[in-house]
């Protein structure tokens, strides 16, 4: 049994052919009605995942203080846009501004934008930063001219990345098509050459490639925008240091599904090509490193005792818990990167140096 939206994808390519990837992941997770970051809620223990500030506040705290400390190195602008691309529950955030209450001339200077399509969503974060008069947008390139502080965790991965294999005679596109009853999604390699192989490495037979055009378009936007009005912007997301191979996953109720399965109703995601996106910003980079030693030389194991001090024995256990899931190797420690983009103009930010 497919979804309403599955047989309109159906539908689509019967009457046009058939559509990349990504043309298929952007109807999958945005169609105006029934995409997937449009209806539900996804996030949190009853959606389909849990992020690393719905594990525990420690993480939009560090984040909080390192955005205060980068407003600082920026000299201070009032006023400063600060930004969340894809701000879920809004608890990052939340914890964020918690932290910083006390950072002098820090909130009366900051005007927050959140970039979230999801209706539900915008509800959440409306309950959760409804203090701070958020405005929303759609696409970042609605975010007012000025200097910008900009945090995105786990939202590259939601946006549409295309997908290519070696063959004898070149690299050929994966594409999404209709299996002979005319209903049913299938995928197939397009017959041509792709125009995307000068992009594509020198690979044999059988290689698997990735390309997220709307990251790469998004990292330039994000760039082009701190060089132009000064600011910086911090990316967490799961992923590689340089591209290799495909790693678009489905997930529907905390398990793996199949990618052309319920769309609408599944989850996809790709893993982030950093090299590709800090080399679109054109704009300095610092990264990425992994989750773990970033959070790590930020002091949260510090912060970790801090908490643990005025906890019960109950909640020691958790805050132990919520720690590991974030920084050990093995949970979300090392998959997890975090790539930092400046403006060229302030100086290095914390939590990217060895020697912290
Ligand atoms: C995986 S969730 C991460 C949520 C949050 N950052 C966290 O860490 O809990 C992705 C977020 O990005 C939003 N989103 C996904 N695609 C989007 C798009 N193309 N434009 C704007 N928001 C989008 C989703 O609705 C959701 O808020």
Request: with cysteine.
């Amino acid at each position: 049994m497919t979804t309403e939206l599955g047989r309109l994808i159906a539908r689509r390519i019967a009457l046009t052919g058939p559509i990349s990837i990504a043309d298929f992941m952007a109807e999958a997770l945005g169609h105006p009605r029934l995409g997937y970051y449009r209806r539900a809620l996804p996030v949190g223990a009853g959606g389909d995942f849990i992020t690393a500030p719905e594990i525990s506040q420690m993480f939009g705290e560090l984040i909080g203080a390192w955005l205060a400390e980068r407003w600082i190195a920026i000299g201070t602008p009032s006023p400063v846009h600060l930004v969340e691309l894809g701000p879920g529950r809004g608890t990052l955030m939340a914890d964020a501004l918690r932290a910083t209450r006390s950072v002098s001339g820090f909130h009366a200077a900051l005007r927050l934008h959140l970039v979230e399509t999801n209706a539900p969503l915008r509800a959440e974060q409306h309950r959760a930063l409804g203090v701070f008069a958020p405005v929303w947008h759609e696409r970042f390139d609605a975010v007012p001219p000025g200097p910008a502080l900009v945090v995105a965790n786990e939202f590259f991965d939601a946006l549409p990345v295309r997908q290519f294999r070696r063959t004898s005679q070149g690299w050929r596109e994966r594409m999404v098509g209709l299996a002979a009853d005319g209903e049913t999604l299938v995928l197939a390699l397009a017959p041509g050459v792709t125009p995307y192989a000068r992009y594509l490495p020198v690979a044999a037979e059988g290689a698997e490639a990735e390309i997220g055009e709307a990251g790469r378009d998004l990292a330039a936007a994000i760039g082009e925008r701190l060089l132009r009005d000064g600011g910086w912007a911090l990316i967490v997301d799961y992923g590689y240091d340089r591209g290799a191979g495909t790693s678009l996953q489905a997930v529907r109720g905390h398990q793996g599904a199949r990618i052309l399965d319920r769309p609408g109703e599944t989850d996809l995601s790709a893993h982030v090509d950093f090299a590709a996106l800090a080399a679109a910003t054109r704009a300095p980079a610092f990264g990425p490193v992994s989750q773990g030693s970033f959070l790590c030389r930020l002091g949260i194991r510090q912060r970790a005792q801090s908490l643990k001090t005025r906890a019960s024995e109950f909640q020691r256990t958790a805050i132990d818990a919520a720690l590991a899931r974030l920084i050990d190797p093995r949970q979300m420690g090392t998959l997890f990167r975090v790539l930092a983009v400046g403006d060229g103009r302030s100086t290095a930010p914390a939590g990217f140096s060895e020697a912290e």
